[in-house]
């Protein structure tokens, strides 16, 4: 219970450059790695039999089945988002420009 009020009070990130970006609680589209786990949450479910010993085989194929070229893009859609916080677009004024 503590660390999930400890989370809650770090309502900013530091960006590295003194500028702090504000954000609610749970952004996931500001961690590329959330995307990460969503490709390989998806190669699981499409190549796993629903066993723990099946399981145990396919995770680390699953891991190395995300190419490294899509993780970049996870990267940078990750950083297309953090500029759009920054420039204070809002999540549907984001979406739309993505399209």
């Excluded at 796993?48 to 010993?53: A, G, L």
């Excluded at 891991?63 to 996870?74: A, C, G, H, P």
């Amino acid at each position: 219970m503590k660390q999930c009020s400890r989370a809650k009070d770090r309502k900013s990130r530091n960006l590295g450059y003194g500028d702090r970006l504000f954000e609610e609680e749970f952004h996931c589209e500001l961690n590329y790695i959330e995307y990460y786990w969503g490709a390989v949450k998806q190669y699981t479910r499409a190549n796993c039999q629903y066993s723990f010993p099946e399981l145990e085989k396919i995770l680390f194929v699953a891991l190395d089945s995300v190419e490294l070229k899509t993780i970049r893009r996870f990267v940078a859609r990750s950083k297309r988002w953090m500029m759009a916080y920054i420039n204070g677009l809002t999540v549907e004024q984001r979406e739309y420009a993505e399209k």
